[in-house]
């Protein structure tokens, strides 16, 4: 499973710094969050756009969703079959459409778009994707990614002392309990501790907020200024707060992005490490294993 | 008299080619044609974005078009106040005023949308620019950029024996004519050759067709493939059809752009030194000065 940062800038793009997109790839399934101008490009020969299989969108400014029609023009031209799935807050149904309305772009697959409410779960096949009211201003929503948890593994001994062999395992697995020499052997009476799925949150743009969510693997967070000066009103993150957040719901790791132009890396990664030590800044191009 | 290539892939973006886009700056104006997505990237440290006055564009595929909302955002965030004028073929009202409605853009300034047709023309102090339609499947155009004629220098000897001196070149510059001594003299009679403005014709994407303009500076023309085949029924030239139309118009150099990422700029440069001696291909931040 990787997160790869696809633009990390705020606002307006410079020469380093490409707009809002983050890509979660999980085995052979892309899921995007966020998709700022020029992510198409960003993309090269890191991710296949037929892969995505859907965007999940924090808000409607322009430098987390103009990448869009053009990701998708390109998917058409790839000749896409396959239906895209296109989630974000109040409006985005509205916003998707017209902006789909400004060309002749020729979409050869269906669009599917919907709009999520506060504590909203999507579901895949290994995976859920939450999404939580942030403060943004606008309609916003943040984003917890969370694999789902998963039975430990058998132990054998154990479960060959019960009796318990062949099609047993299945059927097991499948009814969750199995009847042997009239005694109820339950699934967790064989199997070893749960594994937990790995989980992120990503908050998108926002002051900082209380995160529904405790001690996910990596939280990504807006760390566009260093100070409330700088701030200046808007609604975003300090990398304080940033941080502050980190330690709140005890995140393992925090990637601060939507950095602002008038920092340096160095002076973000700086201030950040003053609060949390497992803090990195994202740059365009990073990706961290989980 | 800069003409600066912004983008220059076909349909998609690559690693090295980004969307069609191309400035041309003439004093402190910048006039831009197409504004393909990630334009506003591509442009900095090249190109003010409040410079812009006007944006041409030749037609409605997103791979010229989808810098805009982006690009209009970010004047607005430079809080520009300047109106700007965006220039297109039919449709262009629809299709601009359902970008801008994609999302919170809050754009800070006014917008002016103009649909041209075949002939049209908009007047500059310094130059015009004159629409021709082009081939391309859907409503499309191309541009011719003049630069005004100007008359030619006095010639103050021949001036001075007419009587001409002080304030009377400019009565006669302003009239066109003056009287001395009951005699007529023209602006004609005491200046040298007319300094006839430079040129250029974007032709945007489209077939092979008759420009409607003779000796230009420089033709701009789609030279997105190599053969027919490769064309396979779609709207566009190939290298040899467009060095064809520059020696057809007798265009003194012949830049080929909107190239098809199958070809290496070698493959299409070889090709055109065939047919074209002064041909070039255009790679991302060409600069051509006129």
């Known amino acids: 499973m990787k997160v790869i940062f696809l633009g990390t800038a705020a606002s307006k793009p410079t ?13 052979s399934d892309v899921v995007l ?8 490009r960003q993309m090269i ?18 430098d987390h969703i103009l990448g869009i029609p053009g990701l998708l023009m390109t998917m058409s031209l790839n000749e896409r079959k396959d239906p895209l799935s296109i989630y974000g807050p ?18 050869s697959f269906d669009v599917h778009i919907k709009e999520l409410k506060d504590k909203d779960v999507v579901d895949f096949e290994d995976f859920y994707i939450q999404a939580f009211e942030t403060k943004h201003g606008i309609p916003s929503l943040g984003y917890i ?19 318990i062999k062949g099609k047993m395992f299945s059927e097991l697995e499948r009814k969750g309990e199995i009847i042997i020499n009239g005694k109820k052997i339950k699934l967790e009476d064989v199997t070893g501790p749960k594994k937990i799925g790995r989980s992120i949150v990503y908050t998108g743009d926002t002051l900082p907020l209380d995160i529904p969510f405790r001690g996910c693997d990596l939280l990504i967070h807006d760390g ?17 707060e940033a941080c502050e957040a ?27 490490l003053k609060y949390f030590e497992n803090a990195i800044v994202a740059e365009d191009f990073t990706v961290i294993e989980l």
């Open 246 to 272: 980190a330690l709140r719901i005890e995140a393992k790791k925090l990637v601060l992005t939507h950095i602002s132009q008038r920092y340096t890396s160095d002076e973000i990664q700086k201030e950040a």
């Open 33 to 40: 969050f966020d998709c700022g101008e020029n992510a198409q």
């Open 15 to 27: 020469k380093d710094r490409g707009l809002s997109s983050i890509a979660i790839q999980y085995k």
């Open 145 to 163: 990614f969370k694999e789902k948890d998963r039975r430990g593994s058998f132990i054998e001994n154990k479960a060959k002392e019960l009796g």
């Open 224 to 240: 566009t200024f260093l100070t409330d000066e700088d701030r200046n009103g808007t609604f975003h993150s300090t990398v304080k």
């Open 45 to 62: 020969s890191l991710i296949k756009p037929s892969k995505i299989s859907s965007i999940f969108l924090t808000h409607f400014h322009g």
């Open 90 to 107: 109040e409006k985005t149904v509205y916003f998707i459409k017209n902006l789909l309305r400004g060309g002749y772009f020729g979409i």
